[in-house]
């Protein structure tokens, strides 16, 4: 995302020398901000996307394909754009963009309208600016920006790379050259290559090709490890995903849900798998996380071992770009051997955080923050009034890349609350699918704390289905360990969900008028009414993203009428009622006559994504756990606030995501494999020429205003 420059940024060997004092600005910015925005409560519920995409230039004449590298003009182009209705930033390379809208959306009906029309429209104004040759591709990896397309010569140095895709931006520049600097070491990256029939070995040391056939004896394994050898400064721009930004309205809500959200990661990524091509070379793998991973890895050799930062203990400290280390909520179902992953952390600054109010794992997961050296540092940012600024303390922040990041508000003085940030989902080809994954996430992540469900599991067991979601077609392929029974502790019991008169879904006439809007606003809390796709201006600092065919019930596992159900009151309400303060900290406590006693097994067995997502109604007797689209169609019937059009709209994104983890839907990584496969061009060796990445692409660009193209992928 964008970032506001302030003056030139430190080189690595200035941030080394100064380490200690700019650590120390970082840590006071954190603990005023800490005294300031602790007790801060009632902050609406809005949340907004984050949708990357690359730039791509066709040349029909030739039938070639190359990656646009001119991201810098276009967005100088696009500042003048009066539209405030959405914004852009730049990324890490010269064929990215960030597009993210110029306000927050709210749980109203017009926002969640609006989402996908509003995706349409940031895709309009790039194109406006861009040639007829060239188009703004969502899509998570640029295939043809490799070596094989001849657009980067194999010789080429290392600088000459970076001056030609790393984009301009200050802060873009001293994240790369200063990770560079600091691992002081060659990075390894690689994926391992789809075995076809034909499917040859290629080193790019020796020139040579090796017919697989000669490798299959070998002691050593080779034909097994076949992989995709990878520049790192090539792979820079494969990392386009969708994010989704959610203020929650208070600092104990936000690390409930940043919590929840963890073991839903792996199974995220596994459903918006898309990337299966690497150097115009089909790989073995759906998705772009752990290689991501280790591009942007940072730790010198020591670290890679046994030796640490400031520790100085056994433990391993990971890639900055990682799954999370830990929970941090103060739930009472958290057991502290679900933390059961080794974590690096600065003790000092744990004393200092915990000396200022802060309970212990709350100070842990800042603690870990400053056990890593900052990346990115501006000159003036350490010189700034630490009561006013937070910069230091967002420097040091912002460099660590989990899948789900917890946000503080931006300064003391800011209108912007805690948040939330999902961050491991692929970017989809289609403007409707990115809408419906990110109106999907939003409201799973209501119906999670609406019903306070408890997903918590070991972080290890999280690491291990991470991995598992990075094999091809994980979906159908792979069962995920996930808690047998999410429902443990929660207001619901699973029979109250599956069983009961079916209710009609918004593309039926329920006879019922639309709610009032004054009855909408009323749930949502002040201004969460207002249409918030008509304001705001392109400056980052004035969108959420900085702070950050209907389908019939039927396609959905069925759900009860409310009338089915007891009461449950909204989460804003059952939130404040279940919990007490100690130090300012919102802690969940069993507290109330109807709160069901906590037995945990804990059982984490592996079960498949479908019935995860829809429910396993193929069991005799009713599961444990009834699935999430069940609970969130559950959720919507609970809080009856969307109008028939939205409700509608909403069952179309939640027929496709129930579809996608069926596996009747394809996922694009798997529809891209298929594609190539079934080209006349390809002679089943693993490699995508440069024909068939050609078609490929100009289907994904067709595929834009046509999902007939897609096929498989919306069979629902």
């Known amino acids: 995302m964008g970032h506001t420059e302030a003056g030139s940024a430190l080189t690595w060997h200035e941030i080394k020398r100064s380490k200690s004092r700019l650590q120390r600005i970082g840590l006071q910015q954190l603990l005023n901000l800490w005294q300031n925005a602790k007790e801060r409560q009632n902050d609406p519920w809005l949340w907004g996307d984050e949708t990357e995409g690359l730039l791509i230039s066709f040349d029909d004449r030739h039938e070639h394909v190359e990656a646009w590298l001119h991201a810098d003009q276009l967005l100088e182009q696009l500042s003048s754009n009066i539209d405030s209705s959405c914004a852009f930033s730049p990324e890490y390379t010269l064929c990215q963009l960030e597009t993210i809208a110029g306000r927050p959306w709210t749980m109203e009906s017009k926002g969640i309208m609006n989402v996908e029309d509003n995706m349409k429209l940031r895709k309009g104004l790039i194109q406006q600016h861009l040639g007829s040759a060239t188009s703004f591709l969502t899509t998570t990896v640029c295939p043809i920006l490799a070596y094989c397309s001849g657009q980067f010569r194999e010789d080429e140095s290392s600088k000459s790379l970076v001056d030609r895709l790393l984009s301009p931006q200050s802060r873009h520049q001293a994240l790369f050259k200063n990770t560079c600097l600091r691992r002081d070491q060659d990075v390894k990256v690689d994926v391992p290559v789809y075995r076809d029939q034909k499917t040859l070995c290629y080193s790019r040391k020796t020139k040579c090709w090796t017919d697989l056939q000669g490798l299959e004896d070998s002691k050593d394994g080779s034909a097994s490890k076949l992989r995709i050898s990878l520049d790192p400064i090539v792979c820079l721009p494969h990392g386009c995903s969708l994010q989704v930004t959610m203020q929650l309205q208070d600092i104990g809500e936000a690390r409930r849900l940043h919590d929840q959200l963890i073991p839903l990661a792996p199974i995220m990524l596994a ?22 991973g280790d591009c942007v890895d940072d730790r010198n050799a020591d670290e890679v071992g046994d030796t640490l930062l400031q520790s100085q203990k056994s433990e391993q400290i990971r890639s900055r770009w990682s799954s999370n280390n830990m929970f941090m909520s103060e739930d009472h179902r958290l057991l502290d051997r679900y933390n059961d992953m080794p974590l690096v952390i600065d003790d000092e600054v744990k004393q200092q955080l915990f000396d200022s109010g802060m309970d212990h794992r709350l100070a842990d997961h800042f603690a870990h923050l400053f056990a890593r050296d900052p990346l990115v540092i501006f000159s003036r940012d350490a010189e700034m009034d630490r009561h006013k600024s937070t910069a230091v303390f967002e420097a040091i922040q912002s460099t660590t890349y989990p899948t789900v990041r917890f946000k503080a508000p931006p300064s ?17 080809m289609t403007d409707f699918e990115n809408a419906a994954f990110a109106v999907f996430m939003m409201l799973l992540s209501r119906t999670i704390l609406h019903f306070d469900l408890n997903l918590y599991m070991p972080i290890s067991t999280v690491d291990e289905n991470m991995e598992k979601a990075h094999g091809p077609d994980s979906i159908n392929h792979q069962r995920f360990n996930f808690r047998a029974n999410p429902l443990l502790g929660s207001r619901l019991h699973p029979t109250e969900v599956i069983s009961g008169p079916e209710i009609p879904t918004a593309t039926q006439d329920t006879g019922q008028s639309d709610p009032d809007p004054d009855s909408i606003a009323e749930c949502l809390g002040p ?40 009461n449950v009151e909204p989460v ?12 300012n900290i919102c802690i969940n406590s069993p507290e109330g006559s109807n709160a069901p006693e906590i037995n945990d097994k804990e059982e984490f067995p592996p079960q498949t994504i479908a019935a995860l997502i829809n429910g396993d109604l193929s069991l005799s007797s009713p599961p444990l756990f009834p699935g999430f689209i069940p609970l969130i169609q559950r959720y919507l019937d609970e809080i009856d606030t969307l109008d028939r059009p939205a409700r509608a709209k909403v069952d179309e994104y939640l027929g496709l995501i129930s ?4 596996g009747r839907a394809w996922t694009a990584a798997k529809w891209q494999r298929e594609f190539v496969m079934g080209h006349g061009e390809y002679r089943g060796d693993s490699i995508v020429g440069g024909k068939v990445m050609y078609d490929l692409l100009n289907a994904v660009k067709t595929m834009q205003d046509s999902r007939d193209v897609g096929g498989k992928m919306f069979d629902f």
């Open 412 to 428: 003391p003085q800011s209108d912007i609350g805690w948040r939330v940030e999902f961050r491991p989902m692929e970017v989809q």
């Open 271 to 292: 459903l918006t798998a898309a990337t299966t091509i690497w150097d115009g070379v089909l790989a073995d793998s759906d998705v772009r996380w752990n290689l991501f």
């Open 659 to 662: 579809a996608r983890a069926s």
């Open 527 to 566: 201004n969460d009414s207002e249409s918030s796709s008509t304001a705001g201006t392109l400056s980052s600092t004035t969108s959420f993203s900085s702070i950050s065919s209907s389908t019939t019930s039927s396609t959905h596992p069925p759900v009860t009428s409310k009338r089915a159900f007891p």
């Open 572 to 583: 804003e309400d059952r939130s404040r009622k279940r919990s007490r303060t100690t130090n």
